[in-house]
Nanobody, 119 residues
């Protein structure tokens, strides 16, 4: 079981910054990967950024150079630093954890945090 608690969303103007936090209830090194997704009305959920237990990182093309995913292992927290925000980044952002072993795999989601970028 993994509980995920997101925080850090809010309202910001175009060009502004926000940092999202995702606090996990267990050692994040025991989680195969932790990702940030976002969803806007009428659109599919989109993978924004992810980090594996080994530290590999990936980003969706649209946020490369603007967003940075990082982690604090001691605090079991993953962050998403978002800079140069635009209205197109407005969405509910979700933290996701994927845990897999030899026999099973599990997916866990946080409750989501709203990010609104005004023009």
């Amino acid at each position: 079981q993994v509980q995920l608690v997101e925080s850090g969303g809010g309202l910001v103007q175009t060009g502004g910054s926000l940092r999202l936090s995702c606090a996990a209830s267990r050692n994040i090194l025991s989680i195969n990967n932790i990702d940030w997704y976002r969803r806007t009305p009428g659109k599919q959920r989109e993978l924004v950024a992810g980090i594996t237990s080994g530290g590999s990182i990936n980003y969706v093309h649209s946020v490369k150079g603007r967003f940075t995913i990082s982690r604090n292992i001691a605090e079991n927290t993953v962050y998403l630093q978002m800079n140069s925000l635009s209205p197109e980044d407005t969405a509910v952002y979700y933290c996701h954890a994927h845990v897999a072993n030899r026999y099973n795999s599990y997916d866990y989601w946080g409750q989501g945090t709203q990010v609104t970028v005004s023009s």
